[in-house]
């Protein structure tokens, strides 16, 4: 079929067709490459002429990051909330997928339904129960209520994105762990977990960046800067005054940048994941 | 296929050597089976526990607090208020507002990202299928990687971008088109559509161009020993065969658009002029944190919640008659 193909002549309709693309992947990195540029400018060239090209382009609204907004301290929280949703998603995440994979109990069906109904709550409306209870429990203002927050949103998500990765595996090599004397849980963390790696994989990505791009939970349960990660330290610099432009811009990419790396280099996993999610 | 899978017998601890899996699972001993079941349900019981601690329980406590009355501001005493957070609900033109801003929100939103996902994807498989060569293949994967990265950015940095973009004294669209328009504030709803469908573009893009990559290529093959042209093909062939995965699509981004926006309303509108974008979950927000009424909002939340859960089983409903 291919010959058939490479057998018809190059036709205008491709030249357009590559066009059209080009046009349309321009139209799509426009905004994130116009903030870039744009953070490189100083506040006073920001405002000077919209057009204008980068003439010396600096780092100041960089520097401002961590000079007046606390971004050293956030980076951090941001990195551990994420991590923190890696390990509560997964860890629980693939045990659960695996067990309703591997061994369907009475109403595991009921509940697997359940979970898919519960990734659509209105995280908003999860957030007014969860603000009392974190607060009954003295959880306010630490990085624990933003993780269990985030978390508990995710988790159903990477229990309906792995079970379909433990129904694809060949049941034989379990079997033969079985055999040879494994407990169920045995053959989960040194067989199964193996095997179904790239899922496994799939599921950490996505909720890493579940973690590093949560606002909702961070703005909620967090008023100060010792448990406030980079999302939330973003909108300090939109005050009802004054708009840093400059530092906003900056910010923006900063907080940008991690997950653009990520999901670059772990782009085939990402697809995978965006193809089973839903 | 996926439903066969899921139907398999599962293995039997200590049963492996004889036949083959089929036969084990005829018949198992009582006592396997039950232990079978036990190790399902201890396998998915953190997690469970996890869930019913951090979402059910707090579900169900927002029910009993949506019958109460509870205002800091005004006492810090929680009493019973029977229905009186739904009657101000029902009756409440504020409510009204935010519903309606989030039905058109939603509609528009998945509308425009469809219709440019689903374009770009036919294109992109076009594309794939006719170049070979490797310069052509290097070109797709790049394109992928441009075309993915909406996704990957955070909604507040997206939402941060548009805010540049379209700021009326130094954004370059007004630059460009030589106007003088305050996107945001003249035309705010557009505006946080344009936002949020430039993020969630990607989304409809790969799904839909895996389901078109999945065609058999002998059946454009015979579309075009017929003689079909490059709409009749996508309007005849592609469209009716990748349609089932374009209805789940845009039922899945529905639900998600209607339940789920939030940062981009929050970080380029706020919610404004006055309560213009004020979006059902933003509105949930604002009740509870800005106003500090946690009855009102507990109302709100729960017929948010509802809502979503109505809308979740009717997309499982959707997805199985579509996998059927």
Redesign the interface.
Known sequence: ??V???RRPVTV??VV??A???G??VA?????F??AV?SLKTEAD??AS??ALLKAPTLANYASLFKQFHFAIATLNSIAISLGVVV?SV???G??A???S?????G?RV?L?G???????????????????MNALGLLNTLISII??I???N??FV?WVLR?FF??LP?EI???G??DGLS??GV?LRIAVRLAAPGLVTVALLSF?AG??D??FPM?FATTPEATPL?SG??QM?TGYKIY?GS??A???Y??LP??I???AL?KY??RG??LG? | MRQAVRNLPPPVAGEGRGGGVGSLAQVPGRVRLRSRRLTGFGLALPALIFVFAFMVYPVVSLVVLSFQEYAPLRSTATTFAGLANYVWLAGSDLVHQSIWVTVVFTAASVAVEMAIGLAIAVLLAKLVVQLRSQPGRLLTRLLGGVFILPFATPAIAGAIAWKTLLNPQFGPVDAIFHTDIAWFAQFPLASVIVADAWKMMPFVLFLMFAAILSIEPEQYEAARLDGANGWQEFRYLTFPLILPVVAVTAAFRAVDAFTKIFDTVFVTTGGGPATDTQVFPLLIWRTTFDYLNFGHASALAVVAIIVSALLGASLLAIRRASST
């Open positions: 079929m291919s058939l193909i490479r309709s491709r067709v590559v059209v693309l080009i349309a992947a799509t990195i426009a905004p994130f116009w903030l744009s920001i405002f919209p057009l509560i860890g629980l995440g045990l659960a695996y067990g309703f591997r061994y369907p109990f009475t595991s509940l339904s979970l898919l109904i519960t990734r659509m709550v209105t995280p908003a409306a999860l957030v007014v129960p969860l603000y009392l209870i269990l927050g978390a508990v949103l988790l159903p229990i379909p129904d694809a049941r379990e079997e033969a079985l055999v169920p849980f989960f960046i590093w791009t606002l909702l909620s999302t973003l909108l939109q432009w906003l811009m910010g923006g990419v907080l940008t997950t653009l990520l999901s670059f782009q990402l697809i965006l193809r839903y």
